[in-house]
């Protein structure tokens, strides 16, 4: 890892993120609230958005690939087929959805 003149070597595990005071101060407060470091709110904080951000890319491409499957087959359930499944499903968690047709 290059440094320049002005820049410190970081340890590999250390990452800078720059705040106003008064989100600084939030931040601290609801620290201080919770019994917990500043650290550890900003850790959990960044490790939550990264999660659900991994989820929304994983059901997009889970999206983008069964529309392709569906381009590709013509295999598809209706909406109205798809509604009567969901009820159906609310009064027995076990009941098959609809296969598939073209």
């Not at 381009?71 to 598809?76: F, Y």
């Amino acid at each position: 890892m290059k440094t320049s003149a002005i820049e410190k070597p970081r340890s590999p595990g250390t990452v800078t993120v720059k705040l106003d005071p008064a989100d600084r101060e939030r931040i601290a407060s609801l620290a201080s609230i919770k019994k917990r470091t500043p650290h550890y709110l900003m850790k959990e904080a960044i490790l939550e958005y990264v999660q659900r951000e991994e989820a929304r890319q994983n059901f997009i491409k889970a999206a983008d690939t069964s529309f392709e499957h569906y381009k590709e087959t013509g295999l598809h359930i209706t909406l109205d087929e798809f509604s009567a499944w969901v009820d159906d499903v609310q009064k027995n968690p076990d009941a098959p959805i609809t296969a598939c047709h073209t």
